[in-house]
């Protein structure tokens, strides 16, 4: 899978991508990630890539034209950039992608449906925002989270890291992205490991009983009641199987009387 990100801090990510799954996927070109520096594409001799908004108003606005620019090259042959776009992928028409507060947030469903496209481009904004006429050349805005950052960088990050780790082979079969919180519409439940006892907490018997259909429900059991206690919004539309019901019933019952011995 292919990931090209326009930005005007390409050296932002040199060093976030050469660790962990990911930085271990690109060497084995699994993925790769190019990034294009937006300025590259300026025609002016101060290299302009912003002006202030039309109307007044405080910051800058990212101008139109360089973003346009810098799309159509990655999408056409891929002229510049520090990855280089090979003649290849020039075919597959990337998806393009702007990373804005004012976006769809980002959820585990999105990332798992852009892990199945070959090529993503990110455009990272910068300022107080791009102006809306670059938004014609984009496919889809994304946000990851109610809240705003300095710039679309680390949102670029977030996505390379969400739907890169999704691709086939990035994750170790032993780290299969099945159990992941939300990608069964449900919070992953409790985890342990060794010691056994640990200030004074021991690990739950049932994890070291070796029976693994009662491990089974624990972990079903314990996950519907971490979803239940802190998003239990996700259990309106997570996939509930009838034992999920009785068991949601019994964890309900269960934190009815806790309330009762409390008061
Ligand atoms: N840029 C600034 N804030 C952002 C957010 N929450 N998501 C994506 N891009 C952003």
Do not use: N
């Amino acid at each position: 899978m292919k990931f090209d990100i326009l930005t005007l801090l390409p050296d932002f990510f040199v060093s976030a991508l050469e660790y962990g799954v990911i930085g271990r996927a690109i060497t084995a070109g699994k993925l790769s990630v190019s990034t294009h520096d937006i300025r590259e594409y300026t025609t002016d001799r101060h290299r302009t890539v912003d002006d202030a908004p039309y109307g007044g108003g405080p910051g800058m606005v990212m101008k139109p034209d360089p973003i346009a620019r810098a799309i159509k090259a990655v999408k056409g042959d891929g002229v510049g950039g520090t990855g280089g776009v090979d003649g290849a992928d020039a075919d597959i028409v990337p998806t393009v992608i702007l990373v804005t507060p004012q976006g769809t947030p980002l959820t585990q469903q999105i990332a798992q449906e852009l892990a199945k496209k070959q090529h993503l481009l990110i455009l990272c904004g910068r300022y107080e925002g791009v102006d809306e006429r670059a938004r014609s050349e984009v496919d889809l805005e994304l946000s990851i989270g109610d809240y705003v950052i300095t710039g679309g960088e680390p949102a670029a990050l977030v996505i390379v890291d969400a739907v890169g780790r999704l691709v086939p082979g990035v994750l170790g079969s032993a780290d299969s992205p099945e159990s992941d919180s939300y990608s069964d519409g449900l919070l992953e439940g409790p985890q342990y490991t060794r010691p056994e006892m640990f200030e004074g907490v021991k690990v739950p018997d049932v994890l070291l009983s070796g029976d693994h259909k009662r491990i089974g429900r624990w972990r079903r059991k314990e996950s519907l009641r971490r979803t239940l206690e802190r998003r239990p919004e996700l259990l309106e539309t997570a996939p509930l199987s009838d034992d999920d019901r009785e068991i949601i019933k019994e964890l309900k019952q269960e934190e009815l009387k806790q309330g009762e011995q409390d008061d």
